[in-house]
């Protein structure tokens, strides 16, 4: 399984130049993580140009029952983020974050590059959290998966760590910024558009959407553990660009490292 995960990593290094998406296995009912969400927000998406249709993930799974929500999706990273194989999952997550860091990102640490623009006196949360390298000290991380979590906790008891879900979690500029790296391209298009204006809900300075650049082409085996990437690639840049005019944001957009990594910074 770890040779599996070694070479989805890998793939990041020299993508293929090929569109073609292999077969993928049909999603299977994981448990749905008991999750906290927040004071319902008075902005909405409702005015935002409708989603393409048909909708971008199955509406019925093989055995005819519906797909398990989309953070529990076993197809993400061939593992998912729940269960005996979520646990795997954030086991070698940190790993692959390393691998990938050196290797596809010839040694630059994204994540870092970006903590150092985030003054040390602010009140941060990092929405879509994972196992935490994306956290800021002392900032407050969010995430549905509780088996990610359990490992956000154990190196990095310097931060709070909540359960709960992006879209709705949090109360009204509760933080000065809020940060999310590297989860906008594992969720379907609805959902990262919620994700996006909560985070500008919660927080009542800036927002920093850090992700895969769209210009990127990911291999095949890249592919087939991001069930989400390819409509993530077409639209992430319209996204944040509709989210930023809903509310009269400002907008940036900045690579980090060219090729691979970008962020958008959304300031009130």
């Known amino acids: 399984m770890q040779a599996v995960l070694l070479l989805c990593a890998l793939s990041l290094?020299?993508?293929?130049?090929?569109?073609?998406?292999?077969?993928?296995?049909?999603?299977?009912?994981?448990?749905?993580?008991k999750i906290t969400t927040g004071r319902p927000s008075a902005f909405t998406t409702e005015s935002w140009p409708p989603l393409p249709t048909?909708?971008?993930?199955e509406t019925l799974t093989s055995t005819g029952s519906p797909p398990p929500p989309y953070w529990s999706d076993p197809r993400i990273h061939n593992l998912g983020n729940a269960g005996i194989l979520g646990g795997?999952?954030?086991a070698v997550a940190p790993l692959f974050t390393h691998l990938i860091d050196r290797v596809a990102y010839k040694g630059v640490d994204a994540r870092a590059q970006?903590?150092?623009?985030?003054?040390?006196?602010?009140?941060?949360?990092?929405?879509?959290c994972g196992t935490a390298f994306s956290a800021t000290k002392g900032a407050t991380g969010v995430?549905?998966?509780a088996q990610m979590l359990a490992m956000a906790r154990l190196h990095r008891p310097?931060?709070?760590?909540?359960?709960?879900?992006?879209?709705?979690?949090?109360?009204?500029?509760?933080?000065?910024?809020?940060?999310?790296?590297?989860?906008?391209?594992?969720?379907?298009r609805g959902a990262r558009?919620?994700?996006?204006?909560?985070?500008?809900?919660?927080?009542?300075?800036?927002?920093?959407?850090?992700?895969?650049?769209p210009s990127f082409c990911p291999s095949a085996m890249?592919?087939?553990?991001?069930?989400?990437?390819?409509?993530?690639l077409r639209n992430i840049d319209e996204d944040v660009q509709e989210a930023a005019a809903h509310r009269a944001w400002r907008k940036a957009r900045i690579e980090v490292v060219p090729g691979h990594v970008v962020m958008w910074r959304l300031d009130l």
């Open 13 to 33: 290094v020299v993508p293929a130049r090929s569109k073609a998406n292999p077969a993928r296995p049909q999603p299977v009912r994981a448990p749905t993580p």
């Open 54 to 57: 048909p909708v971008e993930t």
């Open 88 to 90: 795997l999952h954030a």
């Open 114 to 128: 970006i903590h150092k623009t985030i003054a040390p006196d602010l009140r941060v949360v990092d929405l879509c």
């Open 143 to 145: 995430d549905t998966s």
């Open 158 to 188: 310097d931060a709070i760590f909540v359960q709960g879900n992006a879209e709705t979690w949090g109360e009204d500029a509760a933080f000065d910024v809020a940060t999310v790296m590297y989860g906008m391209h594992e969720m379907p």
């Open 193 to 213: 558009r919620k994700v996006l204006h909560n985070a500008m809900r919660i927080a009542r300075k800036y927002v920093l959407i850090v992700d895969i650049d």
């Open 222 to 232: 890249m592919l087939s553990g991001e069930p989400f990437i390819e409509e993530y």
